[in-house]
């Protein structure tokens, strides 16, 4: 089942900071992010496993709130190379099988 | 080559027509798969394989669709009489192991136009 994310679109200026949320409504072993400039490759950001792990770049953070089943992707003092579509994929446990949300486009003005 | 690369980048074809894209991983990586990416619906699980096997061909949209895997290495996805309702950028990722603690590595993708 397809994670939510939101908002849909969101719009900041350099320096301001955005959250963006991903939630599922079954029970979570892990969540990754990505983000895909357009006409480009989705890259990897991070992975947060259940047990409260998390592997990626230490510019991104996020949280993972097992018992709700969400995370949320922080990017703070954002800079105009944070511009794209950032994914969410969630894994219930197959071991292989990411399912990704509809994505969040994130745009940083000067 | 130093990622996963995707061939061809653009793909018209006409309607009936079958296709084949091509994905080369990343050297040693034994995990491979295949996303569908359509305009504003995310990236859609199509077909995961580990080594030259796939556990679950279940994201396969219809049985005009096939992937293989050979030498654990190019994986080929086949669209047999292709349909409109096809056109999408076809996305391949590869990651070291396919444990859900590795990061995945996309290719530029496969754009299909079907006309």
């Known amino acids: 089942q397809q994670p939510v994310q939101s908002p849909q679109a969101v719009i900041l200026r350099e320096g301001e900071d955005a959250v963006i949320n991903c939630s599922s409504s079954k029970a979570l072993y892990s969540v990754h992010w990505y983000r895909q400039k357009h006409g480009e490759a989705p890259v990897f950001l991070m992975i947060?496993?259940?047990?409260?792990e998390q592997k990626g770049h230490e510019k991104i953070s996020a949280s993972f709130n097992e018992k709700k089943q969400q995370s949320s992707l922080y990017l703070t003092a954002s800079q105009l190379s944070y511009s794209g579509t950032y994914f969410c994929g969630t894994d219930r446990g197959s071991n292989y099988k990411l399912t990704f949300g509809k994505g969040t486009l994130l745009t940083v003005n000067p | 080559g130093a990622g996963v690369s995707q061939s061809p980048s653009n793909k018209v074809t006409e309607k009936g027509k079958d296709v084949e894209l091509r994905c080369d991983p990343i050297s040693g990586h034994t995990a491979l798969y295949w996303y569908r990416q359509s305009l504003g619906q995310g990236l859609e699980f199509l077909i995961y394989f580990q080594g030259n096997s796939a556990p679950d061909k279940s994201g396969l949209p219809s049985d005009r669709f096939s992937a293989e895997r050979t030498g654990g290495s190019v994986s080929t996805l086949t669209i047999q009489r292709t349909q409109q309702e096809d056109s999408a950028v076809y996305l391949c990722a590869s990651s070291l192991t396919g444990s859900m603690n590795t990061e995945a590595f996309f290719g530029q993708g496969t754009r299909l136009t079907v006309v």
């Open positions: 947060l496993l259940k047990g409260g």
